[in-house]
């Protein structure tokens, strides 16, 4: 009876938990912040800074940090968004002209009438898939802009995750019997290891793979590249998957300006990938998850298609953290 209870309030108060969801969108952004600065508050923590002053130093860093990048980038991205958003017609022109032009050429072949009908629909869901991709990325870049207010809410929330971290984690291990206490303290190392590999590293990785696809895209006089820059950043995220989502947008709006300039996109692309591969994400990242590379791409896959991007993104923590549990429960399994 006590479990039929406590089975029935779980699903009541996962059932609020998914009517309320869009709320907790600072929350998430601000246990993710708290997670990744937590090591540095430790460290000035063990120096014996006071964790307060330790958390408002880091604070005055990141501030720091943010004004010179809201000085120098933002009023330059919000141009190119402007621009960008003044464009779309245009390209979207250009795309349909090209196409145009394709389908023009080849109805000059000789092709049975039932192939021809079959390439026209090909080439008219191309276009609304390519018309798509331009129309989704504007958005998606406009829609992260118009969350400012769960920018804002986040650190504050933070703030205050980070300075009880350590003490919320002891309260959540009160909780449950002692007796579980060492398996679940060797449950939540392994958990933190895989979070630890893709929040802190992937994330850190990305970021420099943005700055630097950013860099060299502006250097060759690529229009929108400090956009194109952050949607490589984003996209290199995903494993196999990222890098060459990272490039299509970027060598497609290339391609509407010149040949010349897309080889020269695809060029830089390349580049900032062979330099991430071989000397970033060595150094940064360290061992891998552990992952069949089979693996990994079925669960892309499978959160590509559940949650778009999204679900891309969080596939692979996801999925190590199912590893851990999978394994845990089965050595204990093999224990009994």
Do not use: C
Request: charged content about 15%; cysteine-free; glycine content about 6%.
């Amino acid at each position: 009876m006590r479990l039929s209870i406590l089975v029935f309030l779980a699903l009541i108060f996962i059932y609020f938990l998914v009517l309320i969801f869009p709320i907790f969108t600072p929350f998430f952004l601000a246990f993710i912040l708290a997670y990744l600065l937590d090591p540095v508050a430790d460290m000035l923590e063990a120096k014996g800074i006071n964790r307060t002053w330790g958390i408002l130093l880091i604070y005055l860093t990141l501030i720091g940090i943010i004004t010179i990048f809201i000085i120098f980038a933002v009023p330059k991205i919000i141009n190119e968004l402007n621009n960008l958003t003044d464009a779309i017609p245009i390209y979207t022109r250009e795309i349909q002209n090209f196409i145009k032009m394709f389908q023009d050429n080849y109805s000059r072949v000789d092709i049975p009438e039932s192939i021809r009908l079959i390439i026209d629909d090909t080439i008219k869901e191309m276009e609304n898939y390519l018309l798509n991709i331009v129309q989704s990325i504007a958005q998606g870049i406009v829609y992260v802009f118009t969350k400012v207010f769960d920018l804002i809410l986040a650190p504050i929330l933070a703030f205050y995750l980070l300075k009880d971290f350590d003490r919320l984690k002891e309260s959540l291990l009160n909780l449950i019997p002692v007796a579980y206490h060492k398996d679940l303290i060797t449950l939540g190392q392994q958990m933190d290891k895989v979070l630890k590999s893709f929040l802190r590293g992937h994330f850190i990785v990305a970021l420099i793979v943005g700055i630097l696809t950013g860099i060299g895209l502006s250097l060759i006089g690529m229009k929108f590249s400090l956009v194109l820059g952050m949607i490589a950043g984003v996209f290199n995220i995903i494993p196999y998957f990222g890098p060459l989502f990272g490039i299509i947008p970027a060598v497609s709006f290339a391609l509407l300006e010149s040949k010349k300039m897309a080889l020269y996109v695809l060029l830089i692309m390349i580049a900032v990938q062979q330099i991430e591969g071989n000397i970033i994400s060595p150094r940064i990242l360290g061992k891998s998850l552990g992952l069949n590379p089979i693996i990994i791409i079925l669960a892309l896959l499978a959160g590509g298609h559940l949650f778009g991007i999204a679900g891309m993104i969080l596939a692979v923590p996801v999925t190590g953290i199912l590893k851990v549990l999978l394994s845990f429960i089965f050595k204990k399994t093999m224990e009994l």
